[in-house]
C-alpha cells in the first residue's frame, strides 16, 4: 500500500454496462479510501456517453466543467510549503466523505442512492492529477489505446501502484502490461 492515483480506461471492446457498473463500485467503495480504486476513467469517445450513462444508472451523478472547477476548491485546499511554494493539497475535511456530503457543498441535494460524483475534464485537470480520495471520479476522452495509455501512466504518476483496464482486446491488455 502507498500512494497511487489508479486510472482506468475503458476501449471499445468492452462491455460498457459491466465496466460502468465495476467503476463505480470500485470508486464508491469506502468512498473511494482504498489505494487500490478507480481514481479516474480514460474512455474511447465513441463510447463515452454510453459508459457515462450506465454510471448514472449506478449511482453516480454528473456535474459540469463549472462545477467540477468549484467543487476543486472546496476538496483541495492551497498550502503553502516550507519553500514558499503555493500548491494544492487535499482537504482532509472531504477524505472518505460520501458523495452526497460533498455535492452539498455545491449546493445540490441529492439522496443516499448518489454514491459518486462524475465529471469529464481534460488530462491535467486536478481531478485527474491528485489523488483525492474521495467519490469523485474524473472523465477524460480519448481517440485510442495508445493515448490512454500515455495518459494513464502521467496520472499515475510512476507509482507504479496500480491500473485497470476494461477491454476484450487482447493486444490492448498485452500492451498494458508492458509500460513502465
Known amino acids: 500500500a502507498g500512494a497511487g492515483n489508479p486510472p482506468v480506461i475503458v476501449d471499445d471492446t468492452a462491455d460498457i454496462a459491466k465496466a460502468g457498473k465495476d467503476i463505480i463500485d470500485g470508486c464508491t467503495f469506502d468512498n473511494n479510501l482504498p489505494c487500490i480504486a478507480e481514481k479516474e476513467v ?15 444508472k449506478n449511482g453516480a451523478y454528473l456535474i ?4 467540477a472547477d468549484r467543487l476543486a476548491k472546496v476538496v483541495l485546499v492551497e498550502k503553502t510549503d516550507k519553500n514558499g511554494k503555493v500548491k ?23 439522496g443516499n442512492d448518489i454514491r459518486c460524483i462524475i465529471c469529464e475534464t481534460d488530462a491535467n485537470h486536478l481531478f485527474v492529477q491528485e489523488e483525492l ?11 485510442n489505446i495508445d493515448e490512454a495509455i500515455e495518459l494513464a501512466v502521467k496520472a499515475e504518476h510512476g507509482n507504479r501502484h496500480t491500473a485497470h483496464m476494461h477491454s476484450k482486446n487482447i493486444d490492448h491488455l498485452s500492451r498494458c502490461k508492458n509500460f513502465s
Open 88 to 110: 494544492r493539497v487535499v482537504n482532509r475535511d472531504c477524505v472518505g466523505r460520501d458523495a452526497k456530503v460533498l455535492l452539498a457543498k455545491l449546493g445540490i441535494q441529492v
Open 64 to 67: 459540469n466543467a463549472e462545477q
Open 42 to 56: 480514460f474512455a474511447f469517445r465513441n463510447i463515452a456517453d454510453e459508459l457515462i450513462s450506465n454510471m448514472l
Open 133 to 143: 480520495m474521495m467519490p469523485i471520479l474524473p472523465i477524460v476522452r480519448v481517440d
